[in-house]
């Protein structure tokens, strides 16, 4: 690798790596202050719960491939004398360490569950269920599980003594929640908080962890009735299932569960949501799919006007870190 190639990889994973520490610090002082002054209280979507604890790494690979890697490949001389420098070969190396940390969690996250879906095929019944289109199979064990694996190749499967305990009405409803997981991409979301778990020390953005898994579970029940789901039934099935025993090894895989291992006072939220939904139905409500395409192409295109400004910028306070 020539020593222009080399350079350009080094700044970008220091950058990457002090922009994540950066925002590592803001998110988790931020959250801080939210719960500090009980804000969090109002924040109720999944999705926004999910940015906040993803915050760190969307800014450092934001900065990086948005700034950092243009203004380098445009402004930087192909035959540039400048070399890495001790320091940035020391903040780089730190990067690649903390990379690889996080492929290696994804392959053995991955590993795992690719394995155990694969048990449970073997020794799983396809089931036919009527309007559902994703894959279910009934298995021996776990007897309580009922949990959606994968991301594009998605499977339900549930547990034998689940299936005996449950109406077909009740099981339907069941399904029907792990469907809204698949339509939301939660398999992929969860596989992307975990790989990228922080210390405990970082408090508040593991908060935002948990509380995105909690809020997960409201929006996926909210789904299943938006799209003609029982609230009955499906309350039924949450008490149910919760009274079984808790499904073992489940949580350390990339799946959904109807309940989640650490789901506890959870369960008694959403059950309550479901009485509220049959005292006082409440009608369907549209993701504004128009308004998010809109602000993304506005972004995009307050990115474009930026960048004659914001890229000399970027390289000089690249030259100051090389130096």
């Known amino acids: 690798m020539n020593v222009y190639l080399t350079l350009c990889v080094t700044v970008c994973l220091a950058v990457w790596l002090v922009i994540t ?26 999705s926004l719960l999910f940015c906040m604890r993803m915050f760190p790494f969307l800014l450092g690979a934001m900065t990086t491939f948005a700034f950092v890697l243009p203004s380098f490949l445009l402004l930087e001389p192909k035959q540039t004398p400048e070399t890495a420098e001790p320091h940035l070969w020391l903040l780089s190396g730190l990067a690649a360490v903390a990379l690889c940390a996080m492929a290696a969690r994804w392959i053995r996250l991955m590993h795992k569950t690719i394995r155990k879906s694969r048990e449970w095929l073997r020794s799983g019944r396809r089931m036919e269920i009527p309007t559902v289109s994703v894959p279910v199979y009934a298995i021996e064990t776990p007897e309580s599980l009922v949990a959606v694996t994968g991301i594009f190749r998605t499977r339900v499967f549930v547990g034998r003594q689940a299936l005996v305990s449950l109406t077909e ?35 508040h953005l593991g908060w935002a ?4 898994s909690d809020s997960a579970e409201l ?33 350390a895989l990339a799946a959904c569960q109807l309940i989640p291992a650490r789901d506890g006072s959870a ?32 972004a995009f295109a307050a990115y474009l006007v930026a960048m004659p400004v914001a890229l000399p910028l970027t390289h000089h306070a690249i030259e100051w870190l090389v130096r």
Do not use: M
């Open 267 to 298: 369960i008694a939220l959403r059950v309550q949501y479901l009485r509220e939904v049959l005292v006082a139905p409440q009608g369907a409500r549209q993701t504004p799919r128009g308004l998010i395409l809109l602000a993304g192409v506005a």
């Open 209 to 212: 962890e948990s509380a995105w």
């Open 169 to 203: 009405d009740e099981l339907l409803a069941a399904v029907s929640h792990e469907l809204a997981h698949v339509r939301s991409f939660d398999n992929l979301k969860q596989l992307l908080l975990r790989i990228t778990r922080l210390p405990r020390c970082v408090a």
């Open 21 to 46: 520490l950066v925002g590592v610090l803001v998110g988790n002082l931020g959250l801080g202050l939210l719960r500090r002054f009980q804000v969090d209280r109002l924040v109720r979507s999944p």
């Open 219 to 251: 929006a996926a029940d909210r789904d299943a009735l938006e799209r003609g789901g029982s609230p009955l039934d499906l309350a039924s099935a949450l008490v149910k299932v919760s009274r079984l025993k808790s499904s073992e090894g489940v949580a």
